[in-house]
T-cell receptor, first 114, second 116 residues
Framework: AQTVTQSQPEMSVQEAETVTLSCTYDTSENNYYLFWYKQPPSRQMILVIRQEAYKQQNATENRFSVNFQKAAKSFSLKISDSQLGDTAMYFCASMTGVGNQFYFGTGTSLTVIP | KAGVTQTPRYLIKTRGQQVTLSCSPISGHRSVSWYQQTPGQGLQFLFEYFSETQRNKGNFPGRFSGRQFSNSRSEMNVSTLELGDSALYLC???????????????FGPGTRLTVT
């Protein structure tokens, strides 16, 4: 089984500043996928960004980017120019190439302060 | 394209009763996964169905069961409800290939179950 660890239960950031959320994972698979999901107070889980483990280039989606360190099994999320709408619970998740079972971290609650 | 829908959104049941939750995936998606989300335990995987077959199962007691229909809609059932079953139950569907047959998941809004 895979494990995903998010060591920061809560974080806060000033509006327009940059914040980095940490995630580490443990897997013995060579082929796997990593994701960051966002769950705003309305509770709808939304995919923020994804990374295929076989790709060395870090994924980027507008203000969201990842720092994928495969050897260290680290997958952090950087949010630039933080906005009030970024306030949410952020979950890191992993999935292997076999089957469709996701493994989620315990989440980081991010608050953007105006 | 319509998103994942879950019904009902809120439910209050009494200990010992049973409950059935429903999930309609995104059109064309064949995989449906169920998760239990609680403040103390985070997101815990219940099971995943693909083409009407349970493909993966999490570590939950047999009181938790599910099924998937030919139109990919899925239901999960919890029998003999316990107070600890109070949670947000999330359904996720997938179907967009990422490369080697794996798929990213799209979540529904969840069903908030309260057991009294």
């Amino acid at each position: 089984a895979q494990t995903v660890t998010q060591s920061q239960p809560e974080m806060s950031v000033q509006e327009a500043e940059t914040v980095t959320l940490s995630c580490t994972y443990d897997t013995s698979e060579n082929n796997y996928y990593l994701f960051w999901y966002k769950q705003p107070p309305s509770r709808q889980m939304i995919l923020v960004i994804r990374q295929e483990a076989y790709k060395q280039q870090n994924a980027t989606e507008n203000r969201f980017s990842v720092n994928f360190q495969k050897a260290a099994k680290s997958f952090s999320l950087k949010i630039s120019d933080s906005q009030l709408g970024d306030t949410a619970m952020y979950f890191c998740a992993s999935m292997t190439g076999v089957g469709n079972q996701f493994y989620f971290g315990t989440g980081t609650s991010l608050t953007v302060i105006p | 394209k319509a998103g994942v829908t879950q019904t009902p959104r809120y439910l209050i049941k009494t200990r010992g009763q049973q409950v059935t939750l429903s999930c309609s995936p995104i059109s064309g998606h064949r995989s449906v996964s169920w998760y239990q989300q609680t403040p103390g335990q985070g997101l815990q995987f219940l099971f995943e169905y693909f083409s009407e077959t349970q493909r993966n199962k999490g570590n939950f007691p047999g009181r938790f069961s599910g099924r998937q229909f030919s139109n990919s809609r899925s239901e999960m059932n919890v029998s003999t409800l316990e107070l600890g079953d109070s949670a947000l139950y999330l359904c996720a569907s997938s179907g967009t290939p990422l490369g080697s047959g794996s798929y990213e998941q799209y979540f529904g809004p969840g069903t908030r179950l309260t057991v009294t």
